[in-house]
């Protein structure tokens, strides 16, 4: 008995099967399927820097790799960018994924933050983990970052700072003030505890999500420990050649080649390594850039005050860099 044909139908169907299955495996090669965030992070080769005059239109059509910038407007929770929002800014110009991180402060508190009361102005009523108010930078406090209620504000408690961050789609947190144990006279363990803090931040955020994203700014000594870098995804670099003890003078040879030697401890981990520079003059700054990319870190020029992207390396004309 001859074998019955399949019907047309079924042909039709198998035909159809094998076009999916080749063009999955085609969109898969060309490597169109979204790479894990690390991966992205690390394969980073550019990255924009802005905390103020927060505007998404603006930020959506910049072409940098990394976007770190304030998770508000104007830095209050009734002006916070929206999960919409947040995910256009994931999607370059060209179409290309991108990967954006909310600045958060943990070594200091800020006044104009939703957390903030009124009364801890007043010194007899600040909590116990208030500090002295930032001489530089006006409406920030310094605090003691080992305290519980400090860390419930930012990261352990119900409608935390970080759950804020996580519930709008950041891809992860970039932490500033991660330095603030320098500033600490009074507790040998400062060191140790803002380790711990930042590894307990990262297990909570990765709790909230799997793989978010965690990159401390600055605070380049403690890449010594290898807990804590492996607990980070990358770190921020400010003022690695150039302003660390006077704005726009050049560093030490001797500071620059520690603070080179510490960051690669990441890079030969295949994190990434993001320095901003506070630079205007051309020459400067082509040089520089060549600096860190030779030792592979990935190279940004801004205005201190951090309250637009440049396009390119250079200020717009006639722009006078402010402070934040």
């Known amino acids: 008995m001859a074998p019955t044909k399949p019907s047309r139908f079924v042909?039709?169907?198998?035909?159809?099967?094998?076009?999916?299955?080749?063009?999955?495996?085609?969109?898969?090669?060309?490597?169109?399927?979204?790479?894990?965030?690390?991966?992205?992070?690390?394969?980073?080769?550019?990255?924009?820097?802005?905390?103020q005059k927060i505007d998404p239109d603006t930020l959506a059509a910049v072409p940098h790799d990394v976007l770190v910038i304030d998770y508000s407007r104007d830095g209050s929770d009734g002006h916070a960018l929206t999960a919409d929002e947040v995910g256009r800014l994931k999607i370059k110009p060209d179409g290309r994924r991108r990967i954006v991180l909310a600045y958060l402060s943990i070594g200091e508190a800020e006044v104009y933050r939703y957390y903030w009361q009124w009364y801890?102005?007043?010194?007899?009523?600040?909590?116990?983990?208030?500090?002295?108010?930032?001489?530089?930078?006006?409406?920030?406090?310094?605090?003691?970052?080992?305290?519980?209620?400090?860390?419930d504000i930012i990261f352990r408690g119900p409608g935390s700072y970080l759950e804020r961050i996580v519930r709008a789609g950041f891809d992860g947190a970039y932490l500033d003030k991660v330095d603030e144990y320098e500033q600490v006279t009074d507790n040998p363990d400062a060191g140790a505890q803002m380790?711990?803090?930042?590894?307990?931040?990262?297990?909570?955020?990765?709790?909230?999500r799997p793989g978010f994203l965690i990159v401390p700014q600055n605070a380049e000594e403690l890449l010594a420990d290898a807990d804590y870098r492996a607990a980070i995804d990358g770190i921020g670099k400010e003022d690695l050649l150039f302003g660390e003890v006077r704005n726009k003078r050049p560093n030490r040879p001797a500071r620059i080649e520690s603070g080179v030697a510490l960051l690669k401890l990441?890079?030969?981990?295949?994190?990434?390594?993001?320095?901003?520079?506070y630079l205007d003059a051309p020459q400067e700054i082509a040089l520089a850039r060549k600096q860190l990319e030779d030792h592979g870190f990935v190279p940004l020029f801004a205005d201190r005050a951090l309250d637009i992207i440049r396009d390119g390396d250079l200020p717009a004309p006639g722009r006078r860099p402010g402070r934040r």
């Not at 063009?23 to 080769?45: D, F, I, Y």
């Not at 711990?196 to 909570?204: D, I, T």
């Not at 990441?266 to 520079?277: I, N, S």
Request: proline letters at 5%; charged letters at 20%; glycine letters at 6%.
């Open 11 to 51: 042909v039709t169907l198998a035909a159809l099967a094998l076009f999916a299955v080749a063009v999955g495996a085609a969109w898969s090669a060309s490597g169109q399927t979204e790479a894990p965030p690390a991966r992205l992070l690390a394969a980073a080769k550019s990255w924009g820097y802005q905390l």
């Open 266 to 277: 990441l890079t030969r981990d295949g994190k990434p390594v993001f320095v901003v520079e």
């Open 195 to 208: 380790i711990a803090l930042v590894k307990a931040l990262a297990a909570r955020a990765r709790a909230l």
């Open 120 to 151: 801890w102005f007043l010194d007899e009523f600040a909590p116990a983990w208030r500090g002295n108010p930032n001489k530089e930078w006006q409406g920030n406090y310094d605090v003691r970052y080992w305290h519980e209620e400090w860390q």
